[in-house]
């Protein structure tokens, strides 16, 4: 009877172990499983969402939000987060054009692009560092600093072009944004590879490692003999480096840049990090899921554009979607905490 019962033990006990692991593997690919169903529902919709044309777009139009995706990502995985990324790219963005173009309110110096390009990723990196050194070694709240940066930078942004657009870019700048080799947008080719490199970066390398230890418990991090300060002020400071590279990118697909471009845009950033599997908590997600989040967001959109459903009923749709975001990080973090 004893050997029955414990056999009966090592029983239920491997079954649970065994959901546990399906959950675990569902749970990591839930934004892959729920973009191929919304795919096949999208493509039963729609004769042209198939189409090579509409899948290349897809992913073109994918760039400049997923790269503030990935800048957000390498934030949030430290357990903080920055609502300064849209206003810091726009930031970037015009500081190129003062930089570069020929226009009335540009400096007049018409630098060579790659110049105007490495100033203008060494502005976003300086912003980002400030944020990185107020919350990493002065301890702000990451809320309320990076929201107070925000609102800065959005005023600067006003001040500098008064409400108005700088244009033109030089071609050699926009390519980056609005290039093409060959039939294929050099825009989907670089959101593809940096996804790679980051991916690649956060899972070979100490740094990597080191922004999923401090998200997941910075006091034994710290114990550990990794300063948590310092990876935290990086890990800011690459996040603005970012903003500036999709500043890069906003600016030579729209060959123009002002103030209000990209409005709104902050909010999809976290739906698609979140939808993807990066935790707001911090130490969990990859830029795999991530990846797929911001894949997911950007079919959503394209399928009701292409159904032609109102723009309010797409707005509404957003705004559930964030939600719904938010809601599954919130239930996987009580999942977590239960195991």
């Known amino acids: 009877m004893v050997n029955n019962s414990h056999n009966s033990k090592d029983l239920n006990n491997l079954k649970n ?15 892959w499983i729920l973009l191929i169903i919304i795919g096949i529902a999208s493509g039963l919709l729609s004769d042209t969402f198939f189409t ?3 899948i290349m777009n897809i992913v073109q139009q994918s760039n400049i939000l997923g790269i503030l995706v990935i800048a957000l990502s390498i934030v949030l995985l430290t357990g903080n987060f920055d609502l300064s990324i849209q206003a810091n790219m726009v930031f970037t963005a015009i500081f190129a054009g003062w930089l570069v173009s020929p226009h009335e309110l540009a400096s007049g110096l ?6 105007g390009v490495v100033l203008m990723l060494i ?39 008064g409400g108005k657009q700088i244009f033109p870019y030089p071609d050699s700048f926009r390519f980056f944004g609005d290039g093409k080799i060959g039939p294929v947008p050099f825009a989907m080719i670089s959101l593809i590879l940096l996804y790679i490199i980051f991916h690649i970066f ?39 480096v970012m903003c500036g590279v999709a500043g890069w990118s906003l600016a030579g ?19 698609a990090a979140v939808i993807g599997g990066i ?61």
Request: net charge positive.
């Open 52 to 54: 090579t044309i509409n």
């Open 253 to 271: 697909r729209l060959n123009s840049s002002g103030p209000n471009m990209a409005s709104g845009m902050i909010f999809y950033v976290f739906a």
């Open 123 to 161: 502005l976003g990196g300086m912003v980002g560092a400030f944020n990185g050194l107020m919350i990493g070694y002065f301890n702000m709240n990451a809320f309320m600093c990076t929201l107070s940066v925000s609102i800065i930078l959005d005023g600067l942004n006003l001040l500098w072009v």
């Open 110 to 115: 018409q630098l060579n692009s790659a110049l």
């Open 202 to 240: 956060l899972t070979r390398t100490p740094f990597g490692r080191s922004l999923y230890a401090v998200g997941g418990n910075r006091l034994a991090t710290r114990a550990a003999g990794i300063d948590d300060r310092k990876i935290i002020f990086l890990a800011y400071t690459l996040c603005g």
């Open 279 to 339: 935790s707001l908590n911090g130490g969990k997600g990859t830029m795999f899921g991530a990846f797929g989040g911001l894949l997911l967001l950007t079919v959503i959109r394209n399928i009701l554009n292409l159904v032609n459903v109102s723009p309010y009923v797409i707005g509404l749709m957003s705004g559930l979607i964030i939600f719904i975001a938010i809601a599954i990080d919130t239930i996987k973090n009580r999942y977590a905490k239960t195991l």
């Open 17 to 31: 172990n065994n959901l546990m692991i399906i959950g675990s593997k569902l749970s990591e690919n839930f934004v």
